[in-house]
């Protein structure tokens, strides 16, 4: 038997009529009732429904009568570079999650109970027939903000680059998406960043960099001999600028003090993918797809290397040798910082201040954090923590600070 099920946020007498007329001898079953909703980057506020909002679709699902799903329950975290991204008709087309999943779910992303939980046990106790033995309720985790700490060592790019094995580095007469490369055992590459490299190539004191037949998927960072031309990306506005998906055959000035030749770098980062939609939506090739070309004042450049920048958990902590910290914090850069734990506790990395990038606790991959919100933290639950040393790497692709600063609280945005 196939069962058809609805998933919505509002309107359940609708939906489930529908529903019952498309099967009237099944029962009405709501796969997702949305309990809340996810936020994108660059949203001025944290997605949030009311209590009483939310209690009365509930009620009115079970009162229908109908089963019940909620999504969520309990509120997540898109550790790593998990998370999905939606597509939409209006600019900007394409919207990146953040890494909080919180979702304003009745058990928020660490687990704790909020107004929802209370309202949905009382509902669902209202129209349970069957007297349900209730187990006590855990005990909520303790969190801690920890005292700054401050940012000891640091790889500028070319030194984070010369650290990639050679099995992650490919030599190709044009430009390739990240899927495609010969990496990860002929499997390409799923996650993360990828480099385009000419080592050798002729700029002028104003020389004009072109994306041809194509755009950056998602964002692409250009450097000469290891200085970012790339200026900090703050606003939507930019988007329609060289260097991401909104435009394609967009141009770049490349002011140089001089005539010479130069090392080229297009880092490439890939945002998330899409994870709802129609067929079309699911063309998801990263990086620089095959048809593009790179024109330097008008002529193609050709013979690349290719760098795959995965930050995968192993290399991340074989990571030494680290620096000085310059009192000029140029990115992109990776930075190292040192925890000292007695007792591991939940806790929070308040990002506000740091530009664009992700960070790694003792090798882990926390995920992204943006300046351009709505979220400014990074959740830290206390497994990942150890007793005494915990390293801290934060690459960043922008604007650095001196310091990470701990919360005990997340930063979600305006509700």
């Known amino acids: 038997m196939v069962l058809q099920t609805a998933n919505f946020q509002i309107n359940p007498e609708d939906e489930l009529s529908l529903l019952k ?5 099944k029962p009405g079953m ?10 994108h980057w660059f949203e001025k506020q944290h997605h949030t429904t009311s209590v009483e909002a939310f209690s009365d ?3 009115r699902i ?15 975290t898109n550790f790593g570079f998990h998370n999905g991204a939606n597509i939409q008709d209006e600019f900007p087309h394409y919207l990146a999650d953040v890494t909080s999943y919180d979702y304003d779910a009745p058990l928020t992303e660490t687990g704790d109970y909020t107004n929802k939980y209370y309202a949905c046990k009382h509902i669902v106790a209202k129209y349970n027939k069957v007297l349900t033995k209730v187990p006590s309720s ?9 005292k700054p700490i401050s940012v000891t060592g640091q ?5 984070i680059i010369d650290r990639i094995a050679p099995e992650d580095r490919t030599k190709s007469d044009s430009v390739v998406h990240m899927e495609k490369l ?10 993360g960043f990828v480099l385009y490299r000419h080592a050798e190539v002729a700029v002028r004191v104003n020389s004009t960099l072109q994306i041809k037949n194509g755009a950056f998927y998602d964002m692409g960072i250009v450097l000469l001999d290891g200085e970012r031309k790339t200026e900090k990306l703050t606003s939507t506005s930019q988007l329609l600028q060289f260097g991401y998906w909104e435009t394609k055959n967009a141009k770049l000035s490349l002011i140089s003090a001089s005539y010479g030749t130069r090392t080229l770098d297009i880092l490439v980062e890939n945002w998330g993918r899409v994870n709802f939609g129609v067929h079309a939506t699911f063309d998801q090739r990263k990086g620089l797809l095959e048809n593009t070309k790179i024109l330097l004042d008008d002529e193609e450049v050709t013979g690349w290397e290719i760098v795959s920048l995965q930050f995968k958990s192993k290399w991340v902590n074989s990571l030494d040798a680290w620096g000085p910290v310059s009192s000029h914090m140029t990115a992109p850069t990776l930075f190292l910082a040192t925890l000292q734990v007695d007792t591991p506790y939940d806790t929070f990395l308040d990002m506000r201040g740091w530009g664009r990038g992700a960070v790694f606790i003792n090798g882990f991959n926390l995920g992204r954090y943006f300046s351009a919100g709505p979220t400014h933290s990074l959740y830290i639950p206390a497994p990942l923590l150890k007793t005494g040393t915990n390293h801290i790497v934060v690459f960043e692709l922008f604007t650095a600070q001196a310091q990470l600063v701990f919360t005990d609280k997340p930063i979600l945005g305006p509700e």
């Open 57 to 59: 679709v509930l009620e």
């Open 62 to 76: 079970l009162k229908f009568p109908a089963s019940v799903n909620l999504y969520m329950f309990h509120g997540g």
């Open 182 to 191: 010969p990496v990860n055992n002929g499997n390409g590459q799923s996650y």
């Open 138 to 146: 855990p005990v909520v985790s303790k969190k801690m903000a920890y």
């Open 30 to 39: 709501v796969m997702e009732y949305w309990s809340g909703w996810f936020d």
């Open 21 to 25: 007329k498309f099967q009237p001898d």
């Open 155 to 159: 790889l500028n790019f070319n030194q």
